[in-house]
């Protein structure tokens, strides 16, 4: 390679990162924006910057958890009225970061994702998780670790539910509800701690899904049955109801 040809190619190549550096930033920028004018629309506050505290408000999923480097931004907060009940939510973007090395390379990939977590006006509903059954789900319960079945073969077939509180499960997920969840995609339920999480964990939204699944999850409230509600807010510490 002669002198020539390597300044064209280190040309080309700067060229090249500054033109990914400036469409990134544009991309980001359009996302903000988006992301602020679905605030308003809603009536939520909205805070563009990194929430480097986020994994610890929310350490229970373990989404918030992974690798390091974590952060939440373009962060959505308001209200979701559900029930007859306010339930406070918070949705929006989240990053981190996994560093492998192998021998003497080092590679960082850094991961983003959408959520939205609603906390529940029961501080101590039991956990609860809620997704499609995948292969992993089958080959552990063929070596014991057995799922929550139901009286519908189907629903039973299709979705994997755990809880250490089966009558709270069945509770939740009565014929009505599994009508629901069958009939409605959805990225998996993962209730813990007085509080629940709709993400993938491995994809952003787009604003109009943000919406989406804030209808599904007030849908989803709508459908637990009075009776459990009632006992839900009875074993409530006093003025927490």
Not at 59 to 69: A, D, I
Not at 195 to 204: V, W
Request: proline share 4%; net charge neutral.
């Amino acid at each position: 390679m002669n002198g020539a040809t390597a300044i064209v190619l280190v040309l080309a190549v700067t060229a090249a990162i500054i033109a990914a550096l400036v469409y990134g930033a544009a991309a980001a920028r359009k996302r903000r924006e988006e992301m602020a004018a679905l605030g308003v629309s809603l009536g939520w506050s909205f805070d563009p910057e990194n929430d480097p505290g986020h994994d610890e408000r929310f350490g229970q999923f373990g989404c918030f958890t992974r690798g390091h480097s974590r952060a939440a931004y373009n962060s959505l907060s308001g209200a979701l009225e559900a029930d007859g009940r306010s339930c406070a939510c918070r949705m929006g973007d989240y990053t981190y970061k996994v560093t492998r090395q192998t021998g003497k390379t080092t590679t960082t990939t850094t991961h983003t994702f959408s959520y939205l977590v609603v906390v529940l006006p029961f501080p101590r509903t039991p956990d609860l998780s809620v997704r499609r059954e995948g292969f992993m789900d089958k080959i552990a319960q063929a070596v014991g670790f057995d799922d929550i079945d139901f009286e519908s073969a189907e629903f039973s077939r299709r979705f994997s539910v755990k809880s250490a509180d089966k009558r709270f499960a069945y509770g939740v997920i009565h014929p009505r509800m599994m009508e629901f969840l069958m009939a409605e995609e959805f990225p998996g339920i993962d209730l813990r701690g007085g509080a629940f999480c709709l993400t993938d964990g491995s994809r952003t939204w787009r604003a109009e899904q943000f919406r989406a699944h804030l209808d599904w999850a007030r849908r989803f409230l709508d459908l637990w049955p009075e009776h459990l509600t009632k006992q839900l807010e009875a074993s409530a510490p006093e003025g927490q109801a």
